[in-house]
């Protein structure tokens, strides 16, 4: 699976869009972006993946670079809720397993 | 209802005390996973069952036993408690759904069973 970096930390006014970023340049052509988030210590909550194109949910968007070597997570407004570390993860399907980096830890300001 | 649910929350033992988590999804998934995360943090994958057929173990020692009566259920069994072996486990389920656009894999995490050993 390919190396994820992402930022160590970043901070977020309430009500602005968060804009989370991950470097994935050595991924392959079969491997997934998933982002995962983890608030306080509970266990990792699934937000969203992609291949290729950029994807929308209910809770975030995800752009991908066309070269697929780097994505951004964006919460379009962030609550004091989406304080959390938010991780990156490039994973092809059947791995059976995720490998998880450091994460960014983002924190949204009143 | 909860998806994936471990027990117990919170388990405070001895050292060379022998110890079991459990996990259950009511997903309907077909695969199952251990992971550890520790005091920095860092979530690192144990252990994974695909149809109640271990398919991966990370190097873990041997005192760390998984069990999987069936495709529902995960246990963690832990011999001879070490010190070292304080963390938070956190148990995941997933299937894989192959699509003619976008596979999905999503592994969905339980609330973790936090270890102290003393």
């Known amino acids: 699976d390919a190396k994820t970096t992402q930022p160590t930390s970043m901070d977020c006014a309430e009500g602005r869009a968060a804009n989370l970023p991950c470097n994935h340049s050595t991924i392959s052509g079969n491997e997934y972006v998933y982002w995962y988030r983890q608030i306080h210590s509970q266990g990792p909550q699934y937000i969203i993946h992609?291949?290729?194109n950029n994807e929308t949910n209910e809770m975030a968007s995800l752009i991908i670079t066309e070269d697929r070597k780097s994505s951004t997570l964006i919460l379009p407004h962030a609550t004091l809720r989406d304080t959390a570390v938010y991780y990156c993860i490039a994973t092809t399907s059947g791995t059976y397993k995720y490998i998880f980096g450091t994460g960014t830890r983002l924190k949204v300001l009143a | 209802d909860t998806a994936v649910s471990q027990t117990p929350k919170y388990l405070v033992t001895q050292m060379g005390n022998d110890k079991s988590i459990k996990c259950e999804q009511n997903l309907g998934h077909d695969t199952m996973y251990w992971y550890k995360q520790d005091s920095k943090k860092f979530l690192k994958i144990m252990f994974s069952y695909n149809n109640k057929e271990l398919i991966i173990n990370e190097t873990v020692p041997n005192r760390f036993s998984p069990k999987s009566p069936d495709k529902a259920h995960l246990n963690l069994h832990i011999n001879s408690l070490e010190l070292g072996d304080s963390a938070v486990y956190f148990c995941?389920?997933?299937?894989?759904?192959?699509?003619?656009?976008?596979?999905?894999?999503?592994?969905?995490f339980g609330p973790g069973t936090r270890l102290t050993v003393l």
């Open positions: 992609g291949l290729k």
């Open positions: 995941a389920s997933s299937h894989i759904t192959w699509g003619p656009n976008q596979d999905t894999d999503t592994q969905y």
